[in-house]
């Protein structure tokens, strides 16, 4: 056993994914499935504290260091690889298959990752690995994964800054706790909220994510983001700005979700709002908190995988993804939209979901440490996540108006990973106490007391009230709503274009002028020396004659004086 | 043909029978149970209910309003 311990759990994705392409379809579709197993297995076998090591340049790295947080990010990635796996195994673009295991097993080695340049290694594998799940979608996805890679090496340039600047500063390695009181240390963090869907570069999730294939975004959803908010845990709990940060995230992705369309993206702006309540958790500091940010990531990733699991049924069906052109499908899909409802629920907080007993921590601590405005607004917040994914996705999909689309359920594969997932959801739900047991302070907290649970219930249940009394304002139209993804999608263009137009310009000034010159000289030259030139007459023989007449004279005449 | 029994009109009124039952004992119900409110606000009647439903009305406007100035047709990006 304590030989199998040194194994690095994410190595095993990363080498089976690696392999899946060489595999006969029979025998990779059994991988699949198996490989994140023994990623589990491996997982649980890691003990606490720094188990190995290499040497990279002048550097000691350790490269697998275990303790409750990792166990439990890594726990989670490797379920979702699992579930993940059987939702895709119909994909028939098999490098999508591989790029997800690779990214899969690279973020578990970020979350076992015992010092900074170990950090940075997985995480750019992560990079390359989601950039090529997102591009293995097609043509159609080329443009939005270049950009997507664009803002992830952006962010890792920044992280590699840091990590430099930490180094030569500290002249350690170690991934530990640290204050935000240098400019490498703010180069971390910066790196880290580009991977979180901070702000102002939110807009690189919901631009790229809903544009990969039908089971690409199930994996998509859950890696980088978790990833990000895993180093935060990590490298930067307690530190203020990410209260602040955190709560315009959650706004910002409820704000831009009410707009959308495309329900993929509706999705993709909630992981953004999700990912919110964790970094103010984050930001908050206190055991409460970062257990309730910790719990929110896993039970996260679990419901935000069903509700794409749902999502991407529907896409896989239909072949649409806009609500406009969706709605009605509950009549042949009774199976994916109660599956959706139940992601739906849970993302919502609804009491008996994993999302009320793990988010509902995050609003504690910030009560119990009298942050009111932080707790007024998280109960805002959670009022409109419900609105914008917990109503607004089922709704739209599943039910609004009869499109008279009638497609049947996905294939059984499919069908089972939604109900485990499902069943997830609802079994941590019901019972905290597995979550609770896996989290990194001990837990000294009931999610189910009678004010609690009327008070989430008042919350819900009205804001569903405001939905269907609002649905006028809420109609869907043919439209997208522009982010900051727009200055580099138009602007920056623009502005390139101008500036292309305006070197043009200035190249053909230069050109123009440089020709006038030359020309000027030449004619100059030819002027004087060409065959009319003064300088090339020929000279008739009387006038040679007389100038020599007249230099002979004043010879003369100089020879007398 | 008849259409699913989820959407005919006659299950829709019921449903939204018991959707405001539903609602009215949930408010009603904070007459009956024990509060701790961490501040002031929390603890007044229903406030889960009116806190709830004024921050969606809020949200749905804020949203609006950008909207207004950001929506553009989705065809805009179409290179």
């Known amino acids: 056993m304590s030989s199998l311990a040194v194994v690095p759990p994410g190595v095993v994705l990363i080498v089976g994914g690696l392999l899946l392409p060489f595999l006969e379809q029979r025998v990779r579709r059994l991988a699949l499935l198996l490989l994140p197993l023994a990623t589990l297995y491996l997982v649980w076998l890691v003990p606490d504290g720094a188990q190995l090591h290499a040497r990279f340049l002048a550097y000691e790295l350790t490269l697998l260091k275990g303790d409750a947080l990792s166990r439990l990010f890594a726990t989670v990635f490797a379920l979702m690889a699992f579930a993940g796996g059987l939702f895709a195994l119909n994909q028939e673009r098999v490098a999508e298959l591989a790029a997800a295991y690779c990214y899969a097993g690279s973020a578990i080695g970020v979350v076992f990752a015992g010092d900074l340049i170990s950090v940075f290694i997985f995480w750019e594998a992560m990079a390359i690995g989601s950039t090529l799940v997102i591009w293995s979608a097609g043509p159609s996805a080329r443009r939005a994964g270049l950009r997507y890679a664009a803002i992830h090496l952006l962010g890792g340039v920044l992280l590699m800054a840091g990590v430099a600047g930490e180094i030569a500063a500290t002249g350690t390695l170690a991934f530990e706790r640290m204050a935000l009181d240098t400019l490498p240390r703010g180069l971390i963090l910066a790196g880290f909220l580009i991977n979180v869907g901070a702000p102002p570069l939110s807009a690189w999730l919901p631009d790229a994510y809903p544009e990969s294939s039908w089971s690409g975004m199930v994996f998509l959803s859950a890696f980088t983001t978790k990833t990000a908010v895993y180093v935060l845990l990590r490298g930067f709990p307690g530190t203020e700005l990410l209260i602040w940060i955190g709560l315009f995230m959650v706004f910002y992705g409820i704000v831009f979700a009410i707009l959308e369309n495309d329900m993929r993206r509706i999705l993709a702006y909630s992981i953004v709002n999700q990912v919110g309540f964790m970094v103010t958790g984050i930001g908050i500091g206190t055991e409460m908190a970062l257990n309730g940010a910790t719990a929110h990531a896993f039970s996260h990733i679990i419901y935000k995988a069903l509700l794409l699991m749902s999502a991407g049924s529907v896409l896989y069906m239909t072949g649409k993804r806009k609500c406009t052109d969706l709605g009605g499908l509950f009549r042949t899909m009774p199976l994916t939209a109660v599956c959706g409802i139940v992601g739906a629920l849970s993302i919502s907080s609804f009491p008996l979901t994993s999302g009320f007993v793990s988010k509902s921590m995050i609003a504690e601590a910030a009560g119990t440490l009298r942050l009111e405005a932080v707790w007024y607004l998280l109960a805002a917040a959670s009022a409109g996540v419900f609105l914008h994914a917990g109503i607004k996705f089922p709704w739209f999909v599943f039910f609004q108006k009869d499109s008279g689309l009638r497609p049947a359920e996905p294939p059984w594969n499919m069908r089972t990973a939604m109900i485990l997932f499902a069943a997830l959801c609802v079994g941590f739900g019901v019972a905290p106490g597995a979550l609770y047991a896996l989290l990194p302070f001990p837990v000294d907290y009931v999610p189910y007391t009678a004010s609690h649970v009327v008070f989430q219930l008042q919350l819900l249940l009205f804001s569903g009230l405001a939905f269907f009394l609002m649905l006028g304002w809420l109609k869907r139209t043919l439209t997208i709503t522009l982010d900051v993804d727009w200055l580099y999608r138009r602007v920056g263009i623009s502005l390139a274009q101008a500036f292309d137009r305006g070197v043009a310009v200035a190249w053909q000034g230069v050109t123009a002028a440089a020709e006038r010159v030359t020309r000027d000289v030449v004619r100059a030259v030819h002027r004087h020396h060409g065959p009319d030139g003064a300088l090339a007459r020929p000279w008739p023989t009387g006038s040679m004659a007389f100038w020599a007449t007249v230099m002979l004279a004043a010879y003369l005449v100089l020879s007398y004086l | ?79």
């Open chain 2, 1 to 79: 043909m008849q259409d699913h029994w989820l959407a005919r009109d006659s299950t829709i009124r019921r449903l939204w029978i018991a959707f405001i039952a539903i609602l009215a004992a949930v408010a009603l119900v904070d007459l009956a149970i024990e509060h701790h409110p961490y501040f002031g606000l929390d603890g007044t009647f229903g406030f889960g209910a009116w806190f709830g439903s004024a921050s969606c009305v809020v949200l749905i406007a804020i949203a609006k309003a950008l909207g207004a100035v950001l929506k553009r047709p989705d065809s805009y990006y179409d290179e």
